[in-house]
């Protein structure tokens, strides 16, 4: 059963997310916040297994609670729900620790998905804004190059370049023509080499430092 604790200020919008994941059979709501402050406090509490938060709240917003659950043991994943209106919350709530990006007006499979690949840690970025967010990210926070990128396989690439197409590990072992526990140690060992903690954060990676195109 995966765990999770939902934070929302808007009363319409975390009913509906804890009604809507309560329905699920292997999702367990296990708490809801109406800010950063009370996400941390029942987090703590309850240690999730996952978090699914807005961005925008009062007092202390996602971004905030994000930096602090990561200091939690065990670390819940957590999914930042907001509107996309280009707003720097998005690349801090990234930088910040999220796995994951969810629009509040997508389809409602769609945060059940987000739920169930963050547990598994293979983050989820809604498509409607992939392809914009990550280019303008990789475009706005400039990072040196580390010198590991040039010690990744050709195997490791292609498997990065499924990570851009958003493809789990599932499909990139059915792509690939290998075990999906293959396809696991192939994906820790890319976030290993270029420094980062999250599938999401190494498809900018791969995008900025150009080991990646849309062509891909």
Same mark, same amino acid.
């Not at 990789?138 to 990072?143: E, G, H, I, V």
């Not at 197409?165 to 270029?194: D, F, M, P, Q, Y």
């Given at each position: 059963?995966?765990?999770?604790?939902?934070?929302?200020?808007?009363?319409?919008?975390?009913?509906?997310?804890?009604?809507?994941?309560?329905?699920?059979?292997?999702?367990?709501?296990?708490?809801?916040?109406?800010?950063?402050?009370?996400?941390?406090?029942?987090?703590?509490?309850?240690?999730?297994?996952?978090?699914?938060?807005?961005?925008?709240?009062?007092?202390?917003?996602?971004?905030g609670a994000i930096k602090r659950?990561? $200091? +939690?043991?065990? @670390?819940?994943?957590?999914? !930042?729900? &907001?509107?996309?209106?280009?707003? *720097?919350?998005?690349?801090?709530? %990234?930088?910040?620790?999220?796995?994951?990006?969810?629009?509040?007006?997508?389809?409602?499979?769609?945060?059940v998905d987000a739920v169930r690949?963050?547990?598994?840690g293979q983050g989820l970025i809604?498509?409607?804004?992939?392809?914009?967010?990550?280019?303008?990210?990789?475009?706005?926070?400039?990072?040196?190059?580390?010198?590991?990128?040039?010690?990744?396989?050709?195997?490791?690439?292609?498997?990065?370049?499924?990570?851009?197409?958003?493809?789990?590990?599932? $499909? +990139?072992?059915? @792509?690939?023509?290998?075990? !999906?526990? &293959?396809?696991?140690?192939?994906? *820790?060992?890319?976030?290993?080499? %270029?420094?980062?903690?999250?599938?999401?954060?190494?498809?900018?990676?791969?995008?900025?430092?150009?080991?990646?195109?849309?062509?891909?």
């Amino acid at each position: 059963m995966i765990r999770v604790i939902v934070a929302d200020d808007q009363d319409a919008a975390r009913d509906g997310l804890r009604l809507l994941l309560s329905g699920e059979p292997d999702i367990e709501v296990i708490g809801a916040a109406v800010d950063g402050t009370e996400l941390l406090a029942l987090a703590r509490l309850r240690r999730p297994d996952v978090v699914l938060t807005d961005i925008r709240m009062p007092g202390m917003d996602g971004i905030g609670a994000i930096k602090r659950l990561r $200091e +939690l043991e065990p @670390e819940p994943a957590v999914v !930042a729900v &907001t509107t996309f209106d280009l707003d *720097e919350y998005l690349f801090g709530a %990234l930088q910040a620790g999220a796995v994951g990006f969810v629009l509040k007006d997508s389809a409602p499979e769609l945060f059940v998905d987000a739920v169930r690949l963050a547990h598994r840690g293979q983050g989820l970025i809604d498509p409607q804004v992939t392809r914009r967010l990550v280019t303008r990210f990789a475009r706005t926070s400039p990072r040196p190059a580390p010198p590991e990128l040039a010690s990744l396989t050709p195997r490791e690439t292609e498997v990065l370049r499924g990570l851009a197409r958003g493809s789990t590990n599932a $499909e +990139l072992a059915e @792509e690939l023509g290998i075990a !999906a526990g &293959t396809a696991k140690v192939h994906v *820790e060992r890319i976030l290993a080499k %270029l420094g980062v903690a999250t599938r999401v954060q190494a498809v900018i990676q791969a995008h900025k430092f150009g080991l990646v195109t849309w062509d891909d």
